[in-house]
């Protein structure tokens, strides 16, 4: 059985990825987000199947850089863990080292940029784009931005 990653970033990136959870029991899963109060039952709902990094926003400009190291090396030790075939993700930053992680691996990367965006790139869209093995958008005006881009339509 093909072990996959989901992973976002809390909030709304965690809810697009959640669309995903019918797939959940077609695969040997993880869970990866960022933990908040609005999210610790998910231990409860998906039993040893969640595994949490540091909430950071962009908006807290002094710590942010410290928890994104912090993230990097608690990333590793997750992915050498659960060592996935396939990281499948929706962003945003807390994402990004863990997809840079499989991609060294050899993980394959499916990458679903923002439901939110119509025509403008996400940051962590942006990098991710290079290296990701599909990489899919939901609108179709962002096909000019993605060129290589698949157009699935939304997951909601």
Request: aromatic content about 18%; charged content about 15%; overall charge positive.
């Amino acid at each position: 059985m093909k072990k996959v990653m989901f992973i976002s970033s809390t909030g709304g990136h965690f809810s697009e990825l959640m669309q995903l959870s019918p797939m959940f029991s077609k695969y040997e899963y993880l869970l990866v987000t960022e933990k908040t109060k609005n999210n610790q039952n998910l231990t409860q709902k998906y039993p040893n199947r969640v595994k949490f990094l540091i909430f950071g926003s962009k908006d807290h400009f002094f710590s942010y850089p410290f928890k994104l190291l912090a993230n990097c090396f608690k990333s590793l030790y997750i992915y050498l863990k659960f060592q996935p075939d396939v990281i499948i993700t929706t962003g945003a930053h807390t994402a990004g080292p863990m997809c840079c992680l499989g991609k060294i691996f050899g993980s394959k990367i499916i990458y679903i940029e923002s439901f939110a965006n119509i025509y403008t790139k996400t940051i962590t869209g942006r990098l991710i784009y290079h290296f990701a093995d599909l990489f899919i958008v939901q609108w179709e005006s962002m096909l000019k931005l993605y060129p290589k881009a698949i157009c699935s339509g939304w997951i909601y």
